[in-house]
């Protein structure tokens, strides 16, 4: 199985296309994530789309606006209200986390390694077979 997180931005109008991803693909969501974290003394949310895996291929996408968005917790704001007003809509819970900040990595590779390692061992994801 390959997951692969997709960035699509930090969460600035690409929060629109994150949105619409999801809207039209909710047959194959799996969960919605926001994930908290310090950027620098910023307090700051990504915001996750987690599709299932697809049948021919068993590839899973993991849609990302990574870091870019307010902590809503400590900073309301519309965005994370947007995705909050979907995930009602679509009968989801948003699954918040808090998470080390993408700069504490050397490569973002490693920092996408990172949360898959996360999401797997607290069974957001199927595990590789």
Do not use: W
């Not at 991803?21 to 910023?42: E, I, P, S, Y």
């Not at 965005?79 to 009968?91: H, I, P, S, V, W």
């Not at 504490?104 to 590789?128: S, T, W």
């Amino acid at each position: 199985m390959i997951q692969r997180f997709i960035e699509l931005g930090e969460g600035y109008s690409d929060i629109y296309e994150l949105i619409e991803l999801t809207k039209n693909n909710q047959h194959r969501l799996a969960h919605m994530m926001a994930f908290h974290t310090d950027v620098k003394g910023r307090k700051v949310t990504s915001l996750i789309a987690v599709m299932k895996p697809t049948d021919v291929g068993e590839f899973q996408a993991l849609y990302i606006c990574r870091e870019g968005i307010p902590n809503p917790h400590i900073t309301p704001n519309k965005r994370f209200d947007l995705f909050k007003e979907l995930a009602d809509e679509l009968q989801k819970e948003i699954i918040e986390i808090t998470i080390k900040p993408s700069n504490e990595f050397k490569e973002l590779a490693l920092f996408y390694q990172y949360v898959i390692a996360i999401l797997r061992l607290n069974h957001y994801i199927p595990a590789l077979k």
